[in-house]
């Protein structure tokens, strides 16, 4: 019967083939997307040693995306255009990694990088155009007008070298003019080898430099109901969905990053978290950015996947005239400072009397506290963290203000 046992054999080779195909279906892709020889090859070399030494890097990068995609050691160390060169047992590699390492494969998102204030306006709001070259600046304020054409902040002179190497630049660095013509980093947010949108999407992460007094956003964002919910229902979420097909169903609890940058339900990915910003909260007195309306309609987008327009409207008018009562609160105790001032009260560098100092905190730490709290949600700091202390420091800068024209006459 020799058709018979060809029939059979086909049959049984079919059904082998066949659980093969479904056997390796199941298999995690991690075990199915092989990497190359050549990255066994690169990284097998720099992780005989290094897994020895420093196991975390190595398991750090073995978890990441980038290991499933082949993405070696060598990709990210070898020297970028610019970039000084290290003999390392065998290998070139760069001496110093920047955002130059990883615009190879992800120049687009560099380009967004560049446009935002994480790039070149952050390093410049403390040492101003210092390090950033002409071209660097005349595209940077193409974005962010005013942001990098201006002085080093005061405090650098003040508070010293090592205060503002181990403070100001451990945050401000993000956007720190690197020497191969780049600008600042981008493992801020993704670390250096989990490359982890998951540990991006996290209020954690940004709260490393977004949080205090001065730009309380993350005791903000824990106080509202999102960041409540976010403690809620953290595990319930896919934190590791990837970002262009990012949706509501992978995160229904909004943190940090849903707003400001993730592309959730089609809206699209951005690096420049100024695009959905429609006020200038930082500042003493806020305006309105140059982009107001169309910002303002992005981020209003955003909301509005999880909510209805009529409810984020009446959140946002509310919010808008807590910008207007703050800027009013602020103004009057920018003017008496102004007329101290024009009246020769105030004569000494910035910063060098008690009164400059109170009226500082209450344009910097509560007159912006009481901004951010009214567009994320956090009550108490619109109010007992925002808007007392600003009346009590009202109170006290006119005392103070009496008193310097008291002394003034005095001693005239
Ligand atoms: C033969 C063992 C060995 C191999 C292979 C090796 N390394 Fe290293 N690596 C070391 C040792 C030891 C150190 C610490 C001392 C030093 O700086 O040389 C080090 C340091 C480093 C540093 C820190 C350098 C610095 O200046 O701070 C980096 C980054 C690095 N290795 C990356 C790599 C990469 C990427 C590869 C593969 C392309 C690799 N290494 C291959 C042994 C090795
Ligand atoms: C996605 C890019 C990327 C990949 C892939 C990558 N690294 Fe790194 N690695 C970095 C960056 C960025 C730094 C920080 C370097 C700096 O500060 O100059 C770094 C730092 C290091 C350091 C110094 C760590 C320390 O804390 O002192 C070692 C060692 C290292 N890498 C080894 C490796 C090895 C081994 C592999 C492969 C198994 C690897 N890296 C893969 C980006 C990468
Ligand atoms: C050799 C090219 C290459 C280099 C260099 C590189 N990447 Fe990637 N990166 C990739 C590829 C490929 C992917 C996977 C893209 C995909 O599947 O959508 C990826 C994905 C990512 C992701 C998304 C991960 C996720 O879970 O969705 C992040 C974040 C990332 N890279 C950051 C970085 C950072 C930061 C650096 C520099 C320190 C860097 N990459 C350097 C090629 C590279
Ligand atoms: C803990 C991290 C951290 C430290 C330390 C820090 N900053 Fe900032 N800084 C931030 C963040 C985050 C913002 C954005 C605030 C916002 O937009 O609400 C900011 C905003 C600013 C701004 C306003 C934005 C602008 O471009 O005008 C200035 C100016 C500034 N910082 C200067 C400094 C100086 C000077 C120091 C040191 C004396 C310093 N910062 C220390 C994180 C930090
Ligand atoms: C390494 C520190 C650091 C990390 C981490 C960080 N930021 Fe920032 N961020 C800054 C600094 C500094 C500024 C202020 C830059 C300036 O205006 O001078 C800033 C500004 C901003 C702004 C205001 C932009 C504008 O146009 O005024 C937003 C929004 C923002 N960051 C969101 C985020 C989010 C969301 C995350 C986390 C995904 C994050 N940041 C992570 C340091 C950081
Ligand atoms: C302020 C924090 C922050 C910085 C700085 C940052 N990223 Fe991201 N990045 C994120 C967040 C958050 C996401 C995930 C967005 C989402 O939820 O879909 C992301 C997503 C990504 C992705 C996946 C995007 C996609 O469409 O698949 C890549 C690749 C990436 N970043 C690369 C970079 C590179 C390269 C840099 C430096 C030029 C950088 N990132 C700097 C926060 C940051
Ligand atoms: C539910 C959405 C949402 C969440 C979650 C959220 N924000 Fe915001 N954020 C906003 C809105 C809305 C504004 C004000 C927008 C405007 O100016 O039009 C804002 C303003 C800001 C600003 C002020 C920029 C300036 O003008 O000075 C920073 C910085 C910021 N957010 C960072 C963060 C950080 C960090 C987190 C997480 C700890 C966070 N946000 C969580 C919606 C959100
Ligand atoms: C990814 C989904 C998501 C996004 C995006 C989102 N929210 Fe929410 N929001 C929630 C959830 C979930 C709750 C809790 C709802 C409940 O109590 O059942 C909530 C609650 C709130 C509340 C409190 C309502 C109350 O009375 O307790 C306010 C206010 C709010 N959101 C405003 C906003 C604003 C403004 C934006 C945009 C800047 C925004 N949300 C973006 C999911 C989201």
């Avoid at 060809?6 to 279906?25: C, D, H, K, P």
């Avoid at 953290?234 to 609890?253: C, Q, Y």
């Avoid at 109170?395 to 024209?405: C, H, I």
Wanted: proline share 5%.
């Amino acid at each position: 019967m020799p058709f018979r046992s060809v029939f059979i054999a086909v049959v049984i080779a079919f059904a082998l083939i066949l659980g093969a195909f479904l056997i390796n279906r199941a298999r995690p892709s991690v075990e199915t997307e092989q990497p190359t020889e050549a990255l066994v090859r690169a990284t097998g070399k720099c992780a005989e040693c290094h897994l020895r030494s420093q196991y975390s890097v190595v398991h750090e990068y073995e978890m990441s995306l980038h290991a499933r995609k082949g993405v070696n050691c060598l990709d990210c160390h070898q020297p970028a255009p610019g970039q000084e060169k290290k003999d390392h047992h065998g290998f070139l590699i760069s001496a110093k990694l920047t955002a130059g390492n990883c615009r190879n494969c992800h120049e687009n998102i560099y380009q967004q990088f560049l446009r935002s204030r994480h790039a070149a306006p952050a390093w410049a709001a403390i040492y101003g155009e210092k390090g950033l070259t002409p071209e660097q600046v005349n595209f940077s304020e193409m974005y962010q007008p005013g942001g990098v054409r201006r002085l080093p902040h005061p405090f650098v002179q003040l508070e010293g070298e090592s205060a503002m190497t181990s403070g100001c630049e451990q945050c401000h660095s993000v956007g720190r003019p690197n020497a191969d013509g780049t600008i600042g980093t981008c493992t801020a947010c993704h670390t250096r080898h989990t490359s982890s949108v998951r540990i991006a999407r996290l209020p954690g992460t940004c709260a490393q430099c977004h949080m205090g007094p001065d730009h309380s956003q993350i005791e903000i964002y824990e106080e509202s109901k999102h960041g409540v919910m976010f403690q809620a229902q953290e595990r319930l979420l896919n934190l590791d969905a990837p970002p262009k097909t990012l949706t509501t169903r992978d995160m229904f609890v909004p943190t940090c990053a849903t707003c400001h940058l993730s592309g959730i339900n089609g809206i699209g990915v951005t690096h420049d978290p100024s695009e959905r910003l429609s006020y200038y909260l930082a500042n003493a007195i806020t305006e309105k950015r140059p982009n107001y309306a169309a910002a303002q309609a992005k981020m209003k987008q955003v909301c509005t996947q999880c909510h209805t327009l009529a409810m984020i409207d009446r959140v946002y008018s509310q919010a808008e005239q807590v910008v207007q009562s703050t800027n009013d609160r602020v103004k009057a105790a920018l003017d008496i400072m102004d007329g101290l001032h024009k009246d020769g009260m105030l004569t000494g560098p910035p910063f060098s009397q008690p009164i400059d100092f109170v009226y500082f905190d209450l344009w910097h730490y509560d007159g912006r506290t009481s901004k951010h709290g009214a567009f994320m949600g956090g009550a108490d700091f619109v109010q007992w963290h925002g808007n007392y202390p600003m009346i009590a420091k009202t109170v006290e800068l006119k005392a103070m203000a009496e008193e310097l024209r008291r002394e003034h006459g005095r001693t005239k």
